[in-house]
């Protein structure tokens, strides 16, 4: 019986020595997980700001060399003609239900 209780007491000691590390202080095993998501979930917002830095870039380049670069640009994100042409904005409402 005695050495069955002092068995029990290493058994008790391990469980609340797994529980603390993984559900208590900044260092858990819960908080490491979050952390590793957030971390990926940045990683991939540097990726896609880094992919517009490199799209921005050469359009900022052909701007400066270009221009037609300069027309197309004023043209198509704000909307600006020439006095001989009309501009057509058709937008699509693809969310109404008939």
């Given at each position: ?6 068995k ?5 000691a ?10 208590v ?19 991939s917002e ?8 490199a799209?921005?870039k050469?359009?900022?380049?052909a701007?400066?060399?270009d221009?037609d670069a300069?027309?197309?640009?004023a ?8 006095d ?8 699509d409402?693809?969310t109404e239900d008939?």
């Amino acid at each position: 019986m005695r050495y069955w209780a002092y068995k029990l007491k290493y058994a008790v000691a391990l469980v609340i020595f797994l529980g603390v590390t993984a559900f208590v202080g900044e260092s858990s095993w819960i908080n490491r997980i979050e952390q590793k998501r957030e971390i990926t979930k940045l990683k991939s917002e540097i990726d896609e700001y880094n992919r517009k830095f490199a799209e921005d870039k050469k359009v900022l380049d052909a701007l400066k060399h270009d221009d037609d670069a300069v027309k197309d640009v004023a043209r198509s994100r704000y909307y600006m003609r020439t006095d001989d042409e009309d501009i057509f904005i058709i937008e699509d409402d693809s969310t109404e239900d008939y």
